[in-house]
Protein backbone atom coordinates (compact mmCIF):
# COMPACT_ATOMS: atom_id res chain seq x y z
CA UNK A 1 0.00 0.00 0.00
CA UNK A 2 1.35 3.42 -0.89
CA UNK A 3 1.06 6.51 1.69
CA UNK A 4 -1.39 8.09 -0.60
CA UNK A 5 -3.78 5.20 -0.17
CA UNK A 6 -4.34 5.73 3.79
CA UNK A 7 -3.90 9.05 4.18
CA UNK A 8 -1.07 9.88 5.24
CA UNK A 9 -0.07 11.63 2.14
CA UNK A 10 -0.82 12.90 -1.59
CA UNK A 11 0.72 13.20 -4.77
CA UNK A 12 2.55 15.61 -3.87
CA UNK A 13 6.29 14.15 -4.76
CA UNK A 14 8.33 15.75 -6.80
CA UNK A 15 6.13 18.93 -7.56
CA UNK A 16 3.80 16.75 -10.21
CA UNK A 17 0.58 17.79 -10.69
CA UNK A 18 -2.68 16.14 -11.11
CA UNK A 19 -2.60 17.16 -14.92
CA UNK A 20 -1.53 13.68 -17.10
CA UNK A 21 0.54 15.94 -19.79
CA UNK A 22 2.12 17.85 -16.65
CA UNK A 23 6.20 17.12 -15.95
CA UNK A 24 8.19 18.91 -13.75
CA UNK A 25 9.38 22.14 -15.29
CA UNK A 26 7.52 21.44 -18.92
CA UNK A 27 4.44 21.16 -20.91
CA UNK A 28 4.96 17.98 -22.99
CA UNK A 29 3.72 20.48 -25.85
CA UNK A 30 4.38 19.87 -29.48
CA UNK A 31 7.16 22.45 -30.55
CA UNK A 32 8.60 22.72 -34.37
CA UNK A 33 12.23 23.52 -33.71
CA UNK A 34 13.79 25.73 -36.22
CA UNK A 35 17.43 25.63 -37.39
CA UNK A 36 20.16 27.23 -34.57
CA UNK A 37 19.97 30.96 -35.60
CA UNK A 38 19.77 34.66 -33.84
CA UNK A 39 16.02 34.73 -32.63
CA UNK A 40 15.11 35.75 -36.90
CA UNK A 41 12.75 32.59 -36.54
CA UNK A 42 9.82 35.01 -34.92
CA UNK A 43 10.05 32.92 -31.87
CA UNK A 44 12.29 34.47 -29.72
CA UNK A 45 14.74 32.49 -30.16
CA UNK A 46 14.05 29.00 -28.06
CA UNK A 47 12.99 30.93 -25.35
CA UNK A 48 10.13 28.31 -24.38
CA UNK A 49 13.14 25.53 -23.97
CA UNK A 50 15.61 27.96 -21.71
CA UNK A 51 11.95 28.82 -19.69
CA UNK A 52 12.06 24.86 -19.12
CA UNK A 53 15.26 24.35 -18.18
CA UNK A 54 15.04 27.46 -15.52
CA UNK A 55 11.88 26.33 -13.82
CA UNK A 56 13.22 23.11 -13.78
CA UNK A 57 16.28 24.37 -11.79
CA UNK A 58 14.37 26.29 -9.82
CA UNK A 59 11.52 23.41 -8.71
CA UNK A 60 14.45 21.43 -7.76
CA UNK A 61 16.24 23.84 -5.26
CA UNK A 62 12.86 24.25 -3.71
CA UNK A 63 12.56 20.88 -3.44
CA UNK A 64 15.53 19.93 -1.70
CA UNK A 65 15.18 23.29 0.55
CA UNK A 66 12.01 22.41 2.00
CA UNK A 67 13.62 18.37 2.49
CA UNK A 68 16.35 19.81 4.06
CA UNK A 69 14.08 21.76 6.98
CA UNK A 70 12.47 18.69 6.96
CA UNK A 71 15.03 16.98 7.57
CA UNK A 72 16.42 19.23 10.39
CA UNK A 73 13.15 19.69 11.89
CA UNK A 74 13.04 16.10 12.44
CA UNK A 75 16.74 16.00 13.97
CA UNK A 76 18.15 13.87 11.32
CA UNK A 77 20.61 17.03 10.79
CA UNK A 78 22.68 17.31 14.31
CA UNK A 79 25.47 16.33 15.47
CA UNK A 80 25.78 12.78 17.20
CA UNK A 81 26.91 14.77 20.49
CA UNK A 82 22.98 16.27 20.81
CA UNK A 83 24.11 19.48 20.51
CA UNK A 84 21.41 20.49 17.86
CA UNK A 85 18.93 19.23 20.21
CA UNK A 86 18.28 22.42 22.35
CA UNK A 87 16.49 24.35 20.30
CA UNK A 88 13.99 21.34 19.12
CA UNK A 89 12.94 19.35 22.53
CA UNK A 90 10.11 19.76 21.96
CA UNK A 91 9.51 18.64 18.76
CA UNK A 92 8.59 14.58 17.91
CA UNK A 93 11.36 14.38 16.29
CA UNK A 94 13.57 14.56 20.01
CA UNK A 95 12.99 11.60 20.49
CA UNK A 96 12.31 11.75 24.41
CA UNK A 97 13.06 7.86 24.59
CA UNK A 98 16.17 7.64 22.63
CA UNK A 99 18.82 5.43 23.99
CA UNK A 100 21.33 6.59 26.38
CA UNK A 101 23.35 3.79 26.66
CA UNK A 102 23.39 3.28 30.16
CA UNK A 103 22.43 -0.04 31.86
CA UNK A 104 18.75 0.34 32.56
CA UNK A 105 18.59 -1.99 35.61
CA UNK A 106 20.97 -4.00 38.00
CA UNK A 107 18.62 -7.23 39.42
CA UNK A 108 14.40 -7.93 39.38
CA UNK A 109 12.11 -8.56 41.74
CA UNK A 110 10.47 -11.93 40.57
CA UNK A 111 9.90 -11.77 36.91
CA UNK A 112 9.98 -7.67 37.14
CA UNK A 113 12.81 -5.60 36.52
CA UNK A 114 14.18 -3.96 39.51
CA UNK A 115 17.21 -1.50 40.44
CA UNK A 116 16.48 1.28 38.04
CA UNK A 117 18.63 4.56 38.36
CA UNK A 118 17.59 6.98 40.53
CA UNK A 119 17.01 10.13 37.54
CA UNK A 120 14.89 10.73 34.67
CA UNK A 121 15.93 7.77 33.02
CA UNK A 122 15.34 5.31 35.49
CA UNK A 123 11.63 6.52 36.18
CA UNK A 124 10.95 6.13 32.42
CA UNK A 125 12.62 3.01 32.41
CA UNK A 126 10.30 1.81 35.56
CA UNK A 127 7.32 2.85 34.07
CA UNK A 128 7.12 1.27 30.70
CA UNK A 129 8.02 -2.20 32.95
CA UNK A 130 5.39 -1.60 35.45
CA UNK A 131 2.58 -0.83 32.58
CA UNK A 132 3.83 -4.07 31.30
CA UNK A 133 3.80 -6.10 34.38
CA UNK A 134 0.46 -4.61 35.54
CA UNK A 135 -1.00 -4.98 31.87
CA UNK A 136 0.23 -8.98 31.73
CA UNK A 137 -2.39 -12.17 31.80
CA UNK A 138 -0.35 -13.29 34.83
CA UNK A 139 -2.93 -10.04 36.87
CA UNK A 140 -5.46 -12.42 36.13
CA UNK A 141 -4.03 -15.29 38.19
CA UNK A 142 -4.74 -14.78 42.28
CA UNK A 143 -0.55 -15.51 43.50
CA UNK A 144 0.90 -13.77 40.39
CA UNK A 145 -1.19 -11.08 40.82
CA UNK A 146 0.02 -10.63 44.67
CA UNK A 147 3.76 -10.90 43.70
CA UNK A 148 2.92 -8.13 40.88
CA UNK A 149 1.52 -5.69 43.29
CA UNK A 150 4.02 -5.77 45.75
CA UNK A 151 7.02 -5.74 43.17
CA UNK A 152 5.19 -2.55 41.42
CA UNK A 153 2.97 -0.55 44.32
CA UNK A 154 4.79 1.64 46.70
CA UNK A 155 4.37 -1.01 50.31
CA UNK A 156 1.87 2.29 51.57
CA UNK A 157 -0.33 1.15 49.41
CA UNK A 158 0.22 -1.83 48.04
CA UNK A 159 -2.49 -3.59 50.26
CA UNK A 160 -5.21 -1.36 49.49
CA UNK A 161 -4.33 -1.76 46.20
CA UNK A 162 -4.29 -5.49 46.42
CA UNK A 163 -7.88 -5.47 47.76
CA UNK A 164 -9.32 -3.38 45.07
CA UNK A 165 -7.65 -5.22 42.65
CA UNK A 166 -8.57 -8.84 43.98
CA UNK A 167 -12.56 -7.39 44.15
CA UNK A 168 -12.18 -6.64 40.39
CA UNK A 169 -10.31 -9.56 39.10
CA UNK A 170 -12.09 -12.17 41.08
CA UNK A 171 -15.27 -11.19 39.93
CA UNK A 172 -17.37 -13.97 38.71
CA UNK A 173 -19.49 -11.58 36.38
CA UNK A 174 -16.38 -9.76 35.12
CA UNK A 175 -14.34 -12.92 34.18
CA UNK A 176 -17.04 -14.64 32.05
CA UNK A 177 -17.64 -11.52 29.94
CA UNK A 178 -14.46 -11.74 29.03
CA UNK A 179 -14.55 -15.58 28.29
CA UNK A 180 -12.72 -16.99 30.98
CA UNK A 181 -13.43 -19.43 33.72
CA UNK A 182 -14.28 -18.20 37.30
CA UNK A 183 -10.93 -19.04 38.35
CA UNK A 184 -9.35 -16.47 35.55
CA UNK A 185 -7.91 -19.92 33.24
CA UNK A 186 -8.79 -20.07 29.65
CA UNK A 187 -11.15 -22.55 28.75
CA UNK A 188 -9.81 -25.86 27.27
CA UNK A 189 -8.47 -25.05 23.60
CA UNK A 190 -8.21 -20.98 24.00
CA UNK A 191 -5.37 -18.99 24.78
CA UNK A 192 -5.82 -16.06 27.04
CA UNK A 193 -3.89 -12.92 25.61
CA UNK A 194 -3.05 -9.92 27.36
CA UNK A 195 -0.21 -7.81 26.79
CA UNK A 196 0.75 -4.49 26.81
CA UNK A 197 3.79 -2.84 24.27
CA UNK A 198 4.95 0.49 25.09
CA UNK A 199 6.23 2.71 22.44
CA UNK A 200 7.25 5.80 24.35
CA UNK A 201 7.62 7.27 27.61
CA UNK A 202 7.43 10.90 28.83
CA UNK A 203 8.50 12.58 31.92
CA UNK A 204 5.66 15.11 33.24
CA UNK A 205 7.23 16.18 36.40
CA UNK A 206 10.65 15.28 38.32
CA UNK A 207 11.63 16.34 41.76
CA UNK A 208 14.34 14.05 42.76
CA UNK A 209 12.55 11.01 45.36
CA UNK A 210 9.41 11.64 42.94
CA UNK A 211 7.97 12.08 39.41
CA UNK A 212 5.01 11.34 37.31
CA UNK A 213 5.76 9.25 33.73
CA UNK A 214 3.45 8.77 31.11
CA UNK A 215 3.59 5.56 29.15
CA UNK A 216 1.96 5.52 25.73
CA UNK A 217 1.46 1.59 24.86
CA UNK A 218 -0.60 -0.69 22.72
CA UNK A 219 -2.56 -3.76 24.08
CA UNK A 220 -3.59 -6.79 23.02
CA UNK A 221 -6.85 -8.42 24.70
CA UNK A 222 -8.53 -11.51 23.97
CA UNK A 223 -8.84 -15.56 23.26
CA UNK A 224 -7.23 -17.04 20.62
CA UNK A 225 -9.13 -20.05 19.18
CA UNK A 226 -11.46 -21.65 17.25
CA UNK A 227 -14.80 -20.30 17.97
CA UNK A 228 -13.83 -17.53 20.33
CA UNK A 229 -16.69 -15.10 21.57
CA UNK A 230 -14.13 -12.37 22.28
CA UNK A 231 -10.74 -12.83 19.89
CA UNK A 232 -8.17 -10.74 20.27
CA UNK A 233 -8.09 -7.18 19.52
CA UNK A 234 -5.68 -4.22 20.11
CA UNK A 235 -6.00 -1.02 21.79
CA UNK A 236 -3.87 2.24 22.73
CA UNK A 237 -4.00 3.65 26.10
CA UNK A 238 -1.92 6.25 27.24
CA UNK A 239 -1.22 5.54 31.79
CA UNK A 240 0.63 8.27 34.11
CA UNK A 241 2.07 6.83 37.11
CA UNK A 242 2.96 8.58 40.03
CA UNK A 243 6.37 7.18 41.41
CA UNK A 244 8.36 7.61 44.61
CA UNK A 245 12.18 6.41 45.22
CA UNK A 246 11.48 3.91 48.25
CA UNK A 247 14.37 1.93 49.67
CA UNK A 248 16.64 2.16 46.47
CA UNK A 249 14.05 2.12 43.73
CA UNK A 250 11.01 3.41 41.87
CA UNK A 251 7.69 2.53 43.20
CA UNK A 252 3.57 3.19 41.84
CA UNK A 253 1.92 5.40 44.57
CA UNK A 254 -1.05 6.00 41.75
CA UNK A 255 -1.90 5.98 38.36
CA UNK A 256 -4.18 7.13 35.93
CA UNK A 257 -5.29 5.73 32.70
CA UNK A 258 -6.93 7.62 29.15
CA UNK A 259 -7.78 6.47 25.83
CA UNK A 260 -5.31 6.92 23.04
CA UNK A 261 -3.85 8.60 20.91
CA UNK A 262 -4.58 5.59 18.73
CA UNK A 263 -3.64 5.13 15.10
CA UNK A 264 -5.41 4.75 11.93
CA UNK A 265 -5.72 1.28 11.19
CA UNK A 266 -3.82 -0.57 8.25
CA UNK A 267 -5.92 -2.44 5.79
CA UNK A 268 -4.03 -6.15 7.02
CA UNK A 269 -6.02 -9.61 7.11
CA UNK A 270 -6.64 -10.34 10.98
CA UNK A 271 -4.18 -13.73 11.96
CA UNK A 272 -5.70 -16.88 12.23
CA UNK A 273 -6.73 -17.85 15.68
CA UNK A 274 -3.98 -20.32 16.24
CA UNK A 275 -1.28 -17.92 14.38
CA UNK A 276 -1.82 -15.63 16.85
CA UNK A 277 -1.80 -18.14 19.90
CA UNK A 278 1.53 -19.82 18.62
CA UNK A 279 2.93 -15.78 18.42
CA UNK A 280 2.41 -15.03 22.31
CA UNK A 281 3.57 -18.17 23.11
CA UNK A 282 7.29 -18.08 20.95
CA UNK A 283 7.71 -14.50 21.05
CA UNK A 284 8.76 -12.78 24.61
CA UNK A 285 8.74 -9.24 26.19
CA UNK A 286 11.20 -7.02 26.86
CA UNK A 287 12.75 -5.09 29.16
CA UNK A 288 12.06 -1.75 28.42
CA UNK A 289 14.85 1.02 28.96
CA UNK A 290 15.47 4.62 27.94
Same mark, same amino acid.
Given at each position: ????????????????????????????????????????????????????????????????????????????????????????????? *????????? @???????? +???????????????????? $???????????????????????????????????????????????????????????? +??????????? @?????????????????????? *????? @?????? $? %?????????????? %???????? @??????????????? *??????????????????
Amino acid at each position: MSLGDDGYGGDSRSGRTDDGYSTLGGTRQTRTRFADGTGSDGYGGRRPARSSRSLTMVVGVVVLLVAAIAFANMGGGGDDNGSSGGSGGGKAG *AAPTAATGT @KPVTGKNG +TIASGFAHDEQGAQSAAANY $SVALGSADMFEATQRRQIVNAVYAPAVATARQDDLDKVYSGEAFLTSIGLNTDGTAPNGM +TFISRSNPVGT @KVVKFSGDTASVSVWYSALFGL *AGEGS @KNPVSE $S %WFTNTFELAWIDGD %WKVTDFTQ @KDGPVPVGRDQAASP *AQEMADAVEQFGGFTYAR
